[in-house]
Nanobody
Framework: QVQLVESGGGLVQAGGSLRLSCAAS????????MGWFRQAPGQEREFALA????????YYADSVKGRFTISKDNAKNTVYLQMNSLKPEDTAVYYC????????????????WGQGTQVTVSS
């Protein structure tokens, strides 16, 4: 399995920006997909974005399209989530995920998870 460690969460005002990082270790990521999910209090974990490590194809949920961007640094084995124009409804714990089979919208599909990082957007 891949070990994942997220960082970069915090408190930001509506309209602001944050960048989350997810450092991966333990496996070569060439065949992996990396994803970001989020879970608000009382709600199910939901898909936000994903990237295929080899080739760089990206996938976005409609709720974040145009505001959030996923990218990767091959040398650092790190995937990033750039969040712009943040809204209070973006408040959630953000999780990084990885799987060698590709990407999927369901969190149950993904085999490796980070511990999560809290993002709070104030109005």
């Amino acid at each position: 399995q891949v070990q994942l460690v997220e960082s970069g969460g915090g408190l930001v005002q509506a309209g602001g920006s944050l960048r989350l990082s997810c450092a991966a270790s333990g496996r070569t990521l060439a065949t992996y997909a990396m994803g970001w999910f989020r879970q608000a209090p009382g709600q199910e974990r939901e898909f936000a974005l994903a990237i295929i490590w080899s080739g760089g194809n990206t996938y976005y949920a409609d709720s974040v399209k145009g505001r959030f961007t996923i990218s990767k640094d091959n040398a650092k084995n790190t995937v990033y989530l750039q969040m712009n124009s943040l809204k209070p409804e973006d408040t959630a714990v953000y999780y990084c995920a990885a799987d060698s089979r590709g990407t999927h919208y369901s969190p149950r599909y993904w085999g490796s998870w980070g511990q999560g990082t809290q993002v709070t957007v104030s109005s």
